[in-house]
């Protein structure tokens, strides 16, 4: 085995340990690190196959926005600490069947996919220059792209004025 496989598969199962971790343990906040560890070892992934874009777009949106997500989550939830209530409901199986059938049809998908191995479908000068274009084109994605920043801001302001309490004055 070459050293990128050693890599690869080390960071693999890490990733994997870390996103069963995000859905099994009882603390909110630490299912909140355990997605950090996930996400980082994505970015290692991106690395091993040469995409330093969306190596650098996983660190700095993903990873970031879960840091922000930990922060309102504490504001939200007061006891989130103290709380280690069991994670598992009474609709687990149904949530187990329909994880079991998305993950079926993205294997699908996944298989009906072009051969890697022949190359790039695209120079990837040519796929930055063209996705870069794309966000900021008025006949692109800027639409979506600015909905979803208002969106944003709308959930971090909602979460801060659920997450703040009256004073006895008002």
Do not use: C, K
Not at 80 to 95: E, F, G, Y
Not at 108 to 127: M, T
């Amino acid at each position: 085995m070459t050293v990128p496989q050693i890599i690869f598969l080390a960071t693999a199962a890490v990733t994997l340990i870390a996103a069963l971790m995000v859905v099994t343990v009882p603390r909110l906040v630490h299912a909140g690190l355990w997605l950090i560890l996930a996400l980082g070892g994505i970015a290692v992934l991106f690395i091993l196959l040469e995409n330093g874009f969306l190596a650098v777009v996983q660190v700095a949106i993903y990873i970031d926005a879960i840091a922000i997500l930990i922060i309102i989550a504490v504001m939200l939830t007061r006891a989130v600490m103290s709380d280690t209530d069991p994670q598992i409901n009474r609709m687990w199986l149904a949530s187990a069947l329909a994880s079991l059938i998305i993950m079926a049809g993205l294997l699908v998908i996944v298989s009906q996919a072009p051969d890697a191995s022949r190359g790039p479908l695209v120079d990837a000068e040519v796929g930055l220059d063209a996705l870069g274009r794309a966000l900021v084109d008025v006949d692109g994605f800027i639409l979506p792209f600015e909905v979803a920043s208002v969106l944003l801001v709308a959930a971090l302001v909602g979460s801060i004025m659920v997450a703040m309490t009256p004073t006895r004055g008002d």
